[in-house]
């Protein structure tokens, strides 16, 4: 992974694309590559970090991973003990029906050498994220570049990963806020999903989600979801929502945005104060060990989970990299699916390789047949039977 290269996308093309890993640069174009890391650090100017204080609404109950259900493997024999994953990526991105883009992903298939680290064992080995604006592109691109950072710079980094992402979620909003404070142009809002590859020989995947953007593993192919939406509907959404002050209308927070968890947005009224509100940039947080069954990991904005179920998805994305093994045309796969199948809004997807071979066949054991007749045909054998008016 020494040939790697940060990649990350902030273009207002139409079709955006990149790969890294396994020694292969990025594509050279201008909204790949070096160029897109370039434009995203000098985009509009953006004012320093700020060293902002940080309050946490008492409402707000923090997922942690512990509490939340990934099917962990915990027995884990001497194959398992041994084995590295070979990280590779690729993404590709499209307006789609939209008149403007408004997501941003990153690939660092070496986080050691994008972001300066020192050389240790347990250092991460990669980062990966995607962001969908809303209101506009800024804090989708502030979020691209700022994340990351305030998770390196973490004193705790490493070894407290938990609380540094979910810090680093809340400072990029909080900085964020103050850049708002100096240049009302920069408004508006976006979600954030960060995958990290950390830990000894690369074996944990940890997610961090604040928003409708989702994260799903293949393991042995089914599909493990390693976040959670978050919409306005959703119970224990609904919940954190009214007791912070808010409620939800036809399906909207405060009947203003489709999203319960978010970055930014500052200027949208009764949502964020320094005191708290109903919309939070908390991150849920879920982690798993990596081992042998796991084969990638896909990361899309909610334009194409609104036309991939999650397991449909990994079928799908399984199918291809039989054919070709290659994560950047899987993701382009992906989009152009999610496009056929009429996704209303932009498309952003990462596809994250584990293993250097494509997914191997699967083998499903042939158990007796059971034939039963659907609760459809019982309707049409009914009324076939009352027209034969016996």
Not at 30 to 42: E, V
């Given at each position: 992974?020494?040939?790697?290269?940060?990649?990350?996308?902030?273009?207002?093309?139409?079709?955006?694309?990149?790969?890294?890993?396994?020694?292969?640069?990025?594509?050279?174009?201008?909204?790949?590559?070096?160029?897109?890391?370039?434009?995203?650090?000098?985009?509009?100017?953006?004012?320093?970090?700020?060293?902002?204080?940080?309050?946490?609404?008492?409402?707000?109950?923090?997922?942690?991973?512990?509490?939340?259900?990934?099917?962990?493997?915990?027995?884990?024999?001497?194959?398992?003990?041994?084995?590295?994953?070979?990280?590779?990526?690729?993404?590709?991105?499209?307006?789609?029906?939209?008149?403007?883009?408004?997501?941003?992903?990153?690939?660092?298939?070496?986080?050691?050498?994008?972001?300066?680290?020192?050389?240790?064992?347990?250092?991460?080995?990669?980062?990966?994220?995607?962001?969908?604006?809303?209101?506009?592109?800024?804090?989708?691109?502030?979020?691209?570049?700022?994340?990351?950072?305030?998770?390196?710079?973490?004193?705790?980094?490493?070894?407290?990963?938990e609380r540094v992402l979910s810090s680093a979620f809340l400072q990029t909003d909080a900085a964020f806020a103050e850049a708002c404070s100096t240049d009302a142009d920069?408004?508006?809002?976006?979600?954030?999903?960060?995958?990290?590859?950390?830990?000894?020989?690369?074996?944990?995947?940890?997610?961090?989600?604040?928003?409708?953007?989702?994260?799903?593993?293949?393991?042995?192919?089914?599909?493990?979801?390693?976040?959670?939406?978050?919409?306005?509907?959703?119970?224990?959404?609904?919940?954190?929502?009214?007791?912070?002050?808010?409620?939800?209308?036809?399906?909207?927070?405060?009947?203003?945005?489709?999203?319960?968890?978010?970055?930014?947005?500052?200027?949208?009224?009764?949502?964020?104060?320094?005191?708290?509100?109903?919309?939070?940039?908390?991150?849920?947080?879920?982690?798993?060990?990596?081992?042998?069954?796991?084969?990638?990991?896909?990361?899309?904005?909610?334009?194409m989970w609104d036309v991939f179920l999650s397991q449909n998805a990994v079928d799908f994305a399984r199918r291809r990299l039989q054919e070709h093994n290659d994560p950047?045309?899987?993701?382009?796969?992906?989009?152009?699916?999610?496009?056929?199948?009429?996704?209303?809004?932009?498309?952003?997807?990462?596809?994250?390789?584990?293993?250097?071979?494509?997914?191997?066949?699967?083998?499903?054991?042939?158990?007796?047949?059971?034939?039963?007749?659907?609760?459809?045909?019982?309707?049409?054998?009914?009324?076939?039977?009352?027209?034969?008016?016996?």
């Open positions: 992974m020494e040939g790697s290269r940060v990649v990350l996308n902030n273009a207002d093309g139409d079709r955006e694309k990149s790969i890294s890993g396994d020694g292969r640069p990025p594509i050279p174009n201008s909204i790949a590559g070096r160029g897109a890391y370039l434009h995203c650090l000098d985009s509009g100017g953006t004012p320093p970090l700020s060293a902002k204080s940080l309050v946490r609404h008492p409402s707000l109950v923090r997922s942690r991973a512990s509490e939340i259900s990934f099917e962990p493997r915990l027995n884990l024999d001497d194959s398992d003990a041994e084995y590295v994953p070979l990280l590779r990526s690729g993404a590709w991105a499209d307006v789609g029906s939209r008149s403007n883009m408004e997501d941003v992903y990153v690939c660092a298939d070496n986080m050691m050498n994008d972001y300066g680290l020192s050389g240790s064992s347990e250092s991460p080995s990669a980062f990966y994220g995607v962001f969908d604006g809303h209101g506009g592109k800024h804090a989708a691109d502030f979020a691209c570049y700022n994340l990351p950072r305030f998770i390196v710079e973490d004193g705790g980094f490493p070894q407290d990963i920069l408004a508006s809002g976006t979600t954030a999903l960060a995958a990290l590859v950390i830990g000894r020989s690369c074996r944990s995947l940890v997610v961090a989600n604040a928003g409708d953007c989702r994260a799903v593993l293949c393991r042995r192919g089914k599909a493990i979801e390693m976040s959670r939406d978050h919409k306005p509907v959703c119970l224990r959404e609904r919940r954190r929502i009214e007791a912070s002050g808010g409620y939800v209308y036809d399906g909207y927070l405060n009947g203003q945005l489709n999203v319960a968890r978010a970055l930014g947005d500052w200027h949208m009224e009764g949502l964020k104060d320094d005191d708290g509100g109903p919309l939070t940039a908390e991150p849920e947080l879920m982690t798993t060990r990596l081992t042998e069954e796991d084969e990638f990991l896909i990361i899309g904005c909610d334009g950047l045309m899987c993701s382009k796969d992906l989009v152009d699916e999610a496009l056929k199948r009429k996704s209303g809004d932009n498309l952003s997807v990462v596809v994250v390789c584990f293993q250097p071979e494509p997914p191997p066949n699967l083998v499903v054991p042939r158990g007796r047949v059971h034939r039963s007749i659907s609760a459809e045909g019982l309707k049409e054998l009914q009324s076939f039977l009352d027209d034969l008016d016996i």
